[in-house]
Each structure stands twice: as C-alpha cells, then as structure tokens.
Nanobody, 118 residues
C-alpha cells in the first residue's frame, strides 16, 4: 500500500512561486520509479482535474491552463514528486492532490490547499 503526503501549500500572493512536494511511503525507491505520478487539483464547485503528470520514464504532460508556468519533476531516490508553480493566478486556487498509478492501482494523497490571493 502506497501512502502519499503532500506539502508546500498555503496562502500565496498572485505571481508567487511555491513548490509542492509529494513524498511516497510504503514503497521502496526502486519500485517507486515504476509509478506514473500526477498532480491534480480541485477547486470549490468544480471537478478534480489533471494539472501535470510524469511517467515512470520521465515524460511529462500539462493542462493547457498551466503550460509554461508549472513544472513537474521527480526524484526517485527520494520517492518524491514536485510541482514547481510560477506566476500563480487566483484561478489556481484549489486543493492539490498527488496521485501514483501503476497498472490498475491508483493511490491518492490527502491534498494540500493552495490559495492565491493578495
């Protein structure tokens, strides 16, 4: 069973650049490297949406709304995936969730709130 813990959220001013982290436990680092990882977000009254994903092979993809502003990366030795967020906008306000997926197994963290406001 993989457990995911997100951190790095909080209140951020527009234009800010926080970095979210997601640390996995319950899996050794060599197995962590086999997981496709993703960051999702859910704003009030909206459905959860994919923000960015990175495959086990290191290929990344992004939602159109964050392309050029957000960067996903992973450190398999640390069993951690990051989301560097730049030029934040109020519409980026949401709970951000980390996801790990391999075959039919999918695991979620509890989420970290990011609020963009002056």
């Amino acid at each position: 069973q993989v457990q995911l813990v997100e951190s790095g959220g909080g209140l951020v001013q527009p234009g800010g650049s926080p970095r979210l982290s997601c640390v996995a436990s319950g899996v050794i680092f060599s197995f962590f490297s086999f997981y496709d990882m993703g960051w999702y977000r859910q704003a009030p009254g909206k459905e959860r949406e994919l923000v960015a994903g990175i495959t086990s092979g290191g290929t990344s993809n992004y939602a159109d709304s964050v392309k050029g502003r957000f960067t996903i990366s992973r450190d398999n030795a640390k069993r951690t995936v990051y989301l560097q967020m730049n030029s934040l906008k109020p519409e980026d306000t949401a709970v951000y969730y980390c996801n790990a997926r391999r075959f039919q197994n999918s695991y979620w963290g509890q989420g970290t709130q990011v609020t963009v406001s002056s």
